[in-house]
């Protein structure tokens, strides 16, 4: 492996390592979201702890994470082949959900590997948008309309004939539904915190 994929596999880890939720609750707030609601880093539990504003900019900014990571081999070499955009996407997917920068405590990985797709295949990304509020009107669980966009995604891929998006989806999708371990286990209990916005 060159140098420069070590450069941007490493890149790639730090962006996904910014814990934005952590940021915004700690200096918009004064609060360790880590220590409410969920306890996750992630997005959902911005909005729940932290409320509309500040859950919509982490979701944002944990989005361009992941596009900022996959579009690392683009910006630092042109020449390296496509594959490389996602691998470097799944590798700020895993500092999303591991971050150096905030004691490997981190999110769930959906915004951040939405953002990966986002530059790989915009409109698959909006069509995983349009899945994901569908589901989130009929069920008002973000955590089943993030692991049922994420199933939607890697059906997707199988017509797509792209061997590495169909690859680095399943790990991404694996991922979804490890760190939603327990949301299942809530969602079958019907104990599952449900959305009161939508």
Excluded: C
């Amino acid at each position: 492996m060159s140098f420069l994929l070590i450069l941007v596999l490493i890149l790639a880890y730090l962006i996904g390592s910014i814990p934005f939720g952590l940021i915004v609750g700690k200096i918009g707030y004064g609060i360790d979201i880590r220590e409410h609601g969920s306890g996750n880093l992630g997005a959902t539990n911005t909005f729940r702890v932290l409320g509309k504003k500040a859950g919509l900019f982490v979701t944002v900014a944990d989005i361009l994470k992941g596009t900022l990571a996959a579009s690392l081999p683009v910006l630092l070499s042109g020449d390296l082949h496509q594959a490389w955009t996602l691998i470097a996407g799944m590798v700020a997917a895993v500092g999303h959900m591991y971050p150096i920068f905030a004691g490997f405590r981190g999110g769930k990985a959906v915004a951040t590997s939405g953002g990966v797709l986002l530059f790989y295949s915009p409109l698959l990304f909006l069509s995983m948008l349009a899945v994901f509020f569908l589901v989130l009107y009929v069920s008002k669980y973000v955590s089943l309309s993030s692991m049922v966009t994420a199933l939607y995604t890697l059906v997707y891929t199988i017509f797509t004939g792209d061997a590495a998006l169909m690859i680095i989806v399943a790990i991404l999708a694996t991922f979804v539904f490890y760190r939603h371990r327990a949301n299942i286990k809530r969602i079958f209990n019907k104990t599952e915190p449900k959305v009161k916005w939508l």
